[in-house]
């Protein structure tokens, strides 16, 4: 099995994050280039095929395992939804593509669902039943995971929490790192441009009054959306990933008094907040997780079943 090489390609709005992982989930080698996104989906599908035949020279590949942003279809292993970011991304088929090009299988996941299994599999949320990521950075991402089956929903579009309706506004409209800056420059009367999200945590941790206030308003949505979210569907943990994640010793008290005002005492007890552990690997860890999930071979699935639902 540990001879077997995949490639893992995460495709991110700015970066696409790829490289080679063994069958044991050992990253061999890590690559990335610039999405340039403006270029739109056909550009970005021939980057992910330049990407795997570049692969294919150096070694034998036995499966092409994709992480993507946008709503996927994942048996189909297309792009159905897109935000504007990417032009033209929905309709994208990566899966179809890929495998009729190379005769290599090809799984397709979305890239919140990728990084939520990373982490459930071998990081943060691993030896859980049940697991709800947000990644919060530009927007807000959400996956929930119950006992090693990612949640997608009747169309494939579950935990879309972003656009939760929240206080006249929604959820990542209020709560995500992006709206920092807009927030502190307004307030101080300075252009956006001065200002970006590490600058105000540092600004923050020297007692700047209106950083410490726009982070505190954040984090106050960010406790609010949990909150509601956990009412739903009762996860044994809350893993927090993206941008945020570089701020984990600032925020992590914060958001946790946050979540606990929300909830009532008995589900804020049972329910536990962690920071994301794989980074920038979550993308291609569960990318592969995901295709060894649904496509190894009756030994490789069985055992990757087997550690998913542990």
């Known amino acids: 099995m540990s001879m077997k090489k995949y490639v893992s390609i995460d495709i991110g709005g700015t970066a696409i994050k790829y490289g ?7 990253i061999l080698d890590r690559n990335q280039m610039a999405t340039q996104s403006w270029l739109g989906g056909p550009s970005v599908l021939k980057k992910a095929m330049d990407i795997v035949e570049s692969c294919r020279q150096k070694e034998e590949v036995s499966g092409i395992c994709i992480s993507t942003a946008g709503m996927v279809d994942p048996v189909k292993g297309e792009i159905f ?4 970011l990417i032009p033209e991304y929905a ?17 397709v996941e979305n890239d919140v669902n990728c990084a939520a299994l990373a982490e459930y599999v ?9 697991a709800l990521m947000l990644t919060v950075g530009t927007g807000i991402g959400g996956c929930l995971i119950m006992d090693g089956e990612i949640y997608h929903g009747f169309g494939n579009s579950a ?6 309706h929240m206080r006249g506004s929604d959820f990542q409209t209020l709560g995500a790192a992006s709206i920092l800056a807009k927030k502190v420059a307004k307030w101080k009367k300075e252009p956006e441009e001065q200002w970006s999200g590490y600058r105000i945590f540092e600004e923050a941790k020297k007692k700047d009054a209106v950083c410490i206030r726009a982070i505190d308003e954040m984090v106050d949505t960010l406790g609010l959306g949990i909150a509601n979210i956990c009412y739903v569907v009762n996860p044994e943990i809350v893993v927090l990933g993206g941008g945020i994640m570089a701020q984990k010793e600032f925020l992590s008290d914060r958001i946790n008094r946050a979540v606990t005002q929300y909830l009532i005492p008995v589900i804020a007890s049972q329910t536990r907040l962690a920071f994301a552990e794989h980074e920038n690997d979550a993308g291609m860890l569960g990318a592969f997780y995901h295709f060894m999930s649904c496509r190894g071979k009756d030994k490789e699935r069985k055992l990757w079943n087997t550690i998913l639902n542990q």
Request: charged share 25%.
């Open 81 to 84: 939804h897109s935000a504007p």
């Open 20 to 26: 080679l992982i063994d069958g044991d989930g050992t």
């Open 91 to 107: 309709g994208t088929r990566f899966k179809e593509t890929m495998e009729t090009a190379f005769h290599i299988p090809c799984e």
């Open 159 to 164: 935990c879309e929490v972003g656009y939760m």
């Open 122 to 130: 071998s990081g943060a949320a691993r030896g859980s039943r049940t």
